[in-house]
């Protein structure tokens, strides 16, 4: 965000572009950069926190009922974990399905479905939406800081470089593949 506004100042400096063309870009760029702050000073917040495990039934159901409206209308969860299985570090987790939820709606058209599995010593949170799914070549570098698949929707290239940090920190895995109708964001996450 700082390299573009100090491009669309040096261009109003220049004369290239009239200030009603650079103040709306450089607003957004504010705006964007203000979001990366806030995801990383979250970020820093949470890591030193310690919680009382939450049930991950309603750590889903209260995540997905942050997102606005249309997108939640957008979302089917489907479970078959029990209401007692719990995860810890639940401000941790929450942010993780939150992120991959509103990364599925927001690069989306159409339906997204959030299923919850018991595995193992730990479970699974499966987002999976209707989109065209990511080129193979870039599927690899979903994961890395500020890379952004396309410029025309709104975001800073974060959401998913923090969930790969946080569930490494929590010991989980993170997978993500094409399905052919769509991508599917996989979280193995220890339990309780």
Known sequence: PLSAIKLQLESLEL?????????PA??????RMQRVLDALLSLARASGQRHEPVSLVRLVQESVQLLPGEAQARVALRSS?????AVPNPYLVGQCVLNLVDNAVK???GGV???LEQAPGGAVVRVRDEGGGVPEALLGKLTHTFFRVSNTVEGSG???AFV???VRTLGG?????NTGAGLEVTLTLPTA
């Open 173 to 177: 895995r993170l997978e993500l593949r």
């Open 26 to 31: 450089v607003g957004r760029n504010v705006e």
């Open 107 to 109: 690069y989306t058209s």
């Open 158 to 160: 974060l959401g998913l």
């Open 15 to 23: 004369g290239l572009n009239p200030p009603d063309r650079v103040l």
């Open 113 to 115: 479905t959030l299923s």
């Open 164 to 166: 790969k940090h946080i």
């Open 81 to 85: 974990v029990p209401p007692t299985l």
